[in-house]
């Protein structure tokens, strides 16, 4: 099992940067495939980009581009830098992580574990 704790939201301008943390606890981190979600008002929650356990890479077409997942496994962490940001990024983000390892999964039902989210919000 793994425990997610994300950070680094906030409130930036269009046009500015973000980079969100999420820090996990618990065993095997590196076996986890991570991803990143988020989730507007209204909206359901969509997936925003992935990493694998094998270290592979998958983003959004929303995002492509204007973001770069990574990941720290000494660090048990997962990154999210953003840039470009626009007014409909404003969601709140959120870490997950995938027991299966790979491959990448851009749907939310294959996330077993879930951090609490942290809100971003881009003004116009």
């Known amino acids: 099992q793994v425990q997610l704790v994300e950070s680094g939201g906030g409130l930036v301008q269009a046009g500015g940067s973000l980079r969100l943390s999420c820090a996990a606890s618990?065993?095997?981190?590196?076996?986890?495939?991570m991803g990143w979600f988020r989730q507007a008002p209204g909206k359901e929650r969509e997936f925003v980009a992935g990493?694998?356990?094998?270290?592979?890479?998958t983003y959004a077409d929303s995002v492509k581009g204007r973001g770069t997942i990574s990941r720290d496994n000494a660090k048990n962490a997962v990154y999210l830098q953003m840039n470009s940001l626009k007014p409909e990024d404003t969601a709140v983000y959120y870490c997950?992580?995938?027991?299966?390892?790979?491959?990448?999964?851009?749907?939310?039902?294959?996330?077993?574990?879930w951090g609490q989210g942290t809100q971003v919000t881009v003004s116009s």
């Open positions: 997950a992580a995938d027991d299966a390892g790979w491959p990448i999964v851009p749907m939310a039902r294959n996330y077993e574990y």
């Open positions: 990493i694998s356990s094998m270290a592979g890479i």
């Open positions: 618990g065993r095997a981190f590196s076996e986890y495939a």
